[in-house]
């Protein structure tokens, strides 16, 4: 089966912000462009939402962009996938009442990814990285989606990764 990656906002903004500007690097985007037809690039509707709040060139990239498969997140399946992840923070031990606070808010596409990637077999592209020493006796009080997939069987990963397995180089 062919690897589909779904796209974490971070994995947008922070290259648009930080690395890739599109004056400076504008080869980065018309890459990425290319591979949209390729139909292995998805973007959740509530990721697309939190770039299109932006008004910026990146929202007007991704609104240009016809290749993105657009995964709606309202689907009976995902939604108990969702109510999956959210008792997983809740319950587990490792999360403070903080964590579950931020998660159970319904913008944060943080545990939609989880469950969209869960249910389709998707890869989520994020710039989050692994907490690293969670523990019951020093429960954190934020949630990184690279730990909480891990338990849901979620393949993550960087967009470096996603790069080289689409042939991207700039």
């Known amino acids: 089966m062919v690897e589909k990656f779904l796209i974490d906002s971070n994995s947008f903004m922070t290259p648009y912000r930080q690395y890739y500007a599109f004056d400076l690097v504008p080869t980065y985007w018309e890459e990425i462009s290319k591979c949209t037809s390729l139909g292995r690039l998805v973007l959740l509707d509530i990721v697309k939402a939190e770039i299109d709040k932006g008004e910026d060139d990146l929202a007007d990239w991704v609104s240009r962009q016809a290749g993105f498969v657009i995964c709606n997140h309202i689907s009976p ?65 934020n949630a990184k989606i690279p730990d909480v997939a891990k338990e849901f069987g979620v393949r993550t990963n960087n967009l470096y990764y996603m790069m080289r397995q689409l042939g991207i180089k700039i």
């Open 77 to 141: 399946e995902i939604i108990g996938k969702y109510q999956e992840v959210l008792q997983y923070i809740q319950m587990c031990g490792l999360y403070k009442e903080q964590a579950l606070q931020t998660w159970a808010n319904g913008d944060v596409a943080d545990p939609w990814l989880i469950a969209a990637a869960a249910i389709n077999d998707y890869t989520i592209i994020t710039a989050e990285v692994p907490s690293g020493g969670l523990s019951v006796k020093n429960p954190n009080r």
